[in-house]
Every structure is written in C-alpha cells, then in structure tokens.
C-alpha cells in the first residue's frame, strides 16, 4: 500500500495521540512510585541490564539514551543508575538531572553527563574500585530518546585487580541479585556476538533466577568482529534456536573505541548501524524481521515496559493497599500524640504512665491490657517451675541411689563403737546436708532466671505501651532493672537463708512417722534394700544380720525424711519455699514497680 503524505501525518498523529494516552502514564506512574521511595517497601515494574565487563554495555545505553556514559576497563559502573528517558516534542530542548543520596543537580549540556555521573560514584563509592548499591538517578528528555526507564548495574567481574577486594566478583554478583531475582524485574542481557554465549556469567545468573527465560531479554552486540563463518550461530541465537528466551533477542551495532576517537557522533554511528546491517549478507534477514538495530531495541524495550507494567499493576496496587493498611495500623498505636499545650503535657504524661503501670499489675491477674499485648506471665512461669519440679524429682532418684551405695560403706566408713543395732545420726546428718547442698545453686539460678523473664515481659509491654516515645521508653527500662534487682537480692537471700535454716536437719512433721511406718511394713524386695545385702554379703562375708537390719533402718529413715523435706509433695519442704520466694520476686513487688514508676 502506498500513503500520502497527508495520510502519513494523520496515521502518525494518530499513534502519538495513543501513545500519550496509554504508553506513557504507565511509564509515568512507576517512576513517581519509584521517585517517593515506594521500590523500599514494594518491587517495582523495572528493566535490569546487566552483562559481563567488555560486553558493551555502556555502548548500548549510550545509544538508547544519546549522552556519553563513563567507559573505560576494569568496574566503570560502580553503583547503580537508574536512567530515565522521556521522549519531549520536537523542537523542545535537551533536559538532564542528576541525583542521589541527599543531592539533586541540573546537567546543562550533554556532554558533562559522564563527568557527573563519576563525580557521582567517586562520592559514594569513593575514589577507586569500590562498589555501593546506592542508586544514582540520571533523568534525560529530548525528542531523541525513548520513553524509557532502565536499571544500569556493574559489569561482572571475574578476577580482582590492583586495588579492588579479593572479593569484588562476590559483591558485584551480590548488588546484581538483588534487582535481577525480583519478578517485576525484566532482565536485559547484554552478550558480545565473538563469545560462546553459553559461557557468560550474566546469562548464567539471569537463568538462576529466572529458569524459564519469561523476564529476561539478550542483546548481542558487537556484531561487526564476529569470525567468518560464524554468522550463522549468531542468527540461530537471535532466532531463539540455541538457548530459548520467551522475550527473545535483538541485535545492535554501537560505536566502537575507534569511532569514539574519531568524535564519531551517536547520530551518525546509528546511520552506519542502518547501513551496517541492511548491507550484511548474514545480518539483513534480522533487520528485515525488526530484530536489529538500537531503534528497534528501543521499541521493543518500551513496549515490554509497558506490558509488563500494565500485568503488574492489580498485583501491586493490592501489595500497596496492604502496606497501607499496616502503616495506618502502626500510626493509630501512636495515637493522637502529646497536647501542643506546656500545661497539659504532664498530666498527659502522667495519665500515660499510670496506664502502663496498671498494665503491669494486670500480668500479674490476668486481666485485659489495654494496649493489647499478648502475653501469659502465667503461662511462661508455669514452665521454669515445670523444670524446676523436674530437679527435684531427678535429685530425688539420685539420693535414693545413692544412699544405697552409701549405706552399704557404713560399716567400714563410719561405724565407731556404737554397740549393733544403733543408728549413726551423725552420717544421717551428713547425708542430708549434701543433699541440701547440691539444691541451693539450682534454685537460686531458677530464680533468677525467672525474675529475667519477668523482665522481659515489662520491657515488652513498656515498648508496646510509649510507642514514639524513646526517651520515656529507656527511662522505664533503666527503673524496671533496678527494682528487679533490688527485689532479686531480697529473694535471694531469703531463698539462702532458708537452706541455711533446712541446714538444721530436724522435723515434727506427722508425715515422718507416718512415711517411716509404711516402709517398715513393706516386703524387702519392695524396698529397694536387696542390693544393700547383696553388696554386703560380697564385701563382708559373714556379716551379722543385725548390722544388715541396723543399715536397713537407716535407708528408711533417709528416704522418709526427704520424701517429707525434699520432695515436690513436701508441703512446707524447700520446694515450696523456693517456689513462694519465686512469686515474691514476680508479682508481690509489682506495687513496687508502680511506685517507683511514678515517682
């Protein structure tokens, strides 16, 4: 078909009016997102281009973009940059801008692109090799370049130079991971046509995240030093045929170091590039296709943008109104704030921390909290004297095992001159008092364990309770430890003086008796004293029963007398003071707290 002229420009009216409407809000809308720090929070629609050093990276950008970039060899890109192209009406002048960090600068002329861009990194990444992954963000519009917004990253780096870490291949590929395996992220791949593709360490990282091609598009380059014969390898990998990308691939010429030095301009290299590929006799089919040259990537590239922009839309507008709705809900426990007015703050203060205290004392019953932190105080005690019931119970099976093996020594360790039959108080004393002893440091380490936890749970609620409050929040933290530790030493104390007091070992407990009864009525075998016997008769051939009766009384009397003082069901045993001495330091002292809090 052939067109007017007049018809021509009504047809290109056309697709600019719709390219208005649809193509450049959308482009629009992410670089704002991405302009008010939203990309913190939430991945972003983006094209990534990555490709190892040398493979003509900065070349092909320079060319999409129309300004010189930083080139040189070794790590030119240092940092990130984020290169935002709009396209502006013809006749209307170039505009560049510059920013980072804290820094925001027009670029009037062009051609100081690339020294902002250093000056840029050097102020980052500082003077050198190093790396950082702040971003730097390059804005350009003139009626030569596309709608457009692409990622630059560092080239990849395979092997340390003069001045550069050991493991500068290790951070590049970090800082590249990090955009790359985000789903919103189309990765462009940039391959030099004189390698094995296969081989590229950026093709190969780009597979690891995305295994299906689905977001990554190749970009070969450097098509004018392919070897002869080899023209036909590249066009089966452009065509998909050797490693199958679902986006596919395009294949540009850009300039080379020697046009560079020729002051070759970018408008002229891509003349050549025109001509380069229509004259090839390899390359010609791929520019019939609209496989070839940097205008045709540049087409490509927006409209995969844009689709890809569009796909990810309702999905990112559900992730925005979920962050949303938890920021909202983090900004109402804040509530309304402290009153403008000097005179009113106190009280206000004062009200604040009466509720927490009160919140306190609430851990301690069971009650509602009123700024609703989830927590059992109940719970999480219950466990520690769990495990403190399992001491008693393991030191419990020790002794007994131990008397017996003690026991069966009485003769040759501690029978004096006391006439057969007679009971040694003094070992009876002894073996008590060790018992005790081994008790003491358990105890005293499950209280204070216990009074740590307790600790824990204000600091929790103090946190939950002065939110937007840091300093009120360290002032309570700072008076909640000295009262825990001044009522931990109280406990302990009482706790020591307690065992000192199971030092005197005596009791008019009924149980005694009663317990000493009920093992003297059982069956030996029942009793545990056969291996005393069978101990003694190996040890002592001929020993007189009465000593064998005489021991037997004696493992009664023991086990009677720590079932009643010992044992979790010894009712006024050490147990039981130990665990009364645990509640003092968790709930009896919470008015303590709320005093000294106010004060």
Same mark, same amino acid.
């Given at each position: ?419 057969? %039959?007679?009971? $040694? ?5 002894? @073996?008590?008092? !060790?018992? #005790? *002893?081994?008790?003491? &440091?358990? =105890? ?23 939110? %937007?409050?840091? $300093? ?5 933290? @700072?008076?909640? !430890?000295? #009262? *825990?530790?001044?009522? &931990?030493? =109280? ?26 009864? $009920? ?45 009643? $003082? ?34």
């Amino acid at each position: 078909f052939s067109f007017s002229a007049e018809a021509k420009g009504t047809s290109m009216n056309c697709l600019n009016q719709q390219y208005e409407e649809k193509v450049r809000p959308c482009i629009d809308l992410i670089d704002s997102l991405r302009s008010l720090g939203v990309e913190k929070d939430l991945a972003l629609p983006a094209i990534a281009v990555i490709g190892d050093q040398g493979s003509g990276k900065s070349s092909v950008l320079e060319a999409l973009s129309g300004v010189a970039l930083p080139r040189g060899s070794g790590i030119v890109t240092r940092c990130p940059l984020e290169l935002k192209m709009k396209r502006r009406k013809e006749g209307q002048e170039w505009y560049g801008k510059i920013s980072y960090q804290y820094h925001e600068e027009e670029i009037e002329d062009p051609a100081d692109v690339e020294k902002f861009i250093r000056d840029a990194q050097d102020e980052i990444a500082g003077v050198g090799v190093g790396i950082s992954e702040d971003l730097i963000t390059l804005e350009i519009a003139s009626p030569d370049v596309p709608d457009l917004t692409l990622i630059d990253l560092p080239g990849i780096a395979r092997v340390a130079v003069k001045g550069q870490p050991e493991n500068i291949g290790d951070q590049i590929k970090g800082l590249i991971q990090m955009f790359i395996k985000k789903q919103e992220t189309i990765n462009l791949v940039v391959v030099p046509c004189n390698v094995d593709i296969a081989a590229t360490e950026a093709l190969k990282m780009a597979r690891e995240v995305d295994p299906d091609g689905e977001r990554t598009l190749g970009i070969l380059t450097k098509p004018d030093l392919v070897d002869k014969d080899t023209e036909q390898t590249v066009v089966q990998i452009v065509h998909n045929e050797i490693i199958h990308l679902k986006k596919g691939y395009m294949i540009v010429r850009c300039r080379g170091q020697k046009e560079i030095t020729e002051n070759v301009s970018l408008t002229k290299a891509t003349e050549r590039e025109k001509a380069f590929f229509k004259d090839h006799s390899y390359f010609q089919t791929l520019y019939n296709e609209g496989h070839a040259t940097v205008s045709k990537l540049a087409e490509k590239l927006t409209a995969e943008l844009v689709h890809h922009v569009q796909k990810s839309l309702s999905r990112l507008e559900e992730e925005i109104e979920k962050k949303l709705a938890q920021n909202q809900e983090e900004l109402d426990k804040y509530g309304s704030g402290p009153p403008l007015n000097t005179s009113e703050r106190l009280g206000y203060i004062i009200d604040k921390v009466t509720e927490f205290t009160q919140d306190a004392i609430s851990l301690t019953t069971r009650d509602e909290l009123k700024f609703g932190v989830k927590s059992n105080l109940f719970f999480t005690l219950r466990k520690e004297f769990a495990a403190w019931e399992d001491t008693i119970e393991r030191s419990g099976v020790k002794f007994n095992s131990k008397i017996e093996q003690e026991v069966a020594q009485y003769e040759q360790k501690y029978c004096g001159r006391e006439l057969p %039959g007679f009971i $040694n108080y003094k070992t009876f004393e002894n @073996m008590v008092k !060790e018992q #005790i *002893k081994q008790l003491e &440091e358990p =105890a005293v380490l499950t209280l204070k364990e216990v009074a740590e936890l307790v600790k824990k749970e204000l600091f929790k609620l103090a946190e939950s309770s002065f939110i %937007g409050y840091p $300093n009120l929040i360290r002032t309570i933290k @700072m008076k909640i !430890e000295d #009262i *825990k530790k001044e009522k &931990e030493f =109280a406990a302990e104390f009482m706790l020591r003086t307690q065992f000192k007091m199971e030092m005197i070992v005596y009791t008019q407990d009924p149980r005694y008796s009663k317990n000493l009864g $009920n093992l003297r009525r059982e069956p030996e075998q029942n009793c545990g004293f056969t291996q005393v016997q069978l101990v003694y008769e190996a040890k002592n051939t001929g020993i007189r029963n009465e000593t064998a009766t005489t021991l037997e009384e004696m493992m009664r009397h023991l086990k009677s007398y720590y079932q009643v $003082n010992f044992s979790t069901y010894g009712f006024i045993s050490t147990i039981n003071y130990t665990t009364a001495f645990l509640f003092y330091i968790c709930f009896t002292c919470m008015e303590d707290y709320k005093k000294g809090l106010q004060n």
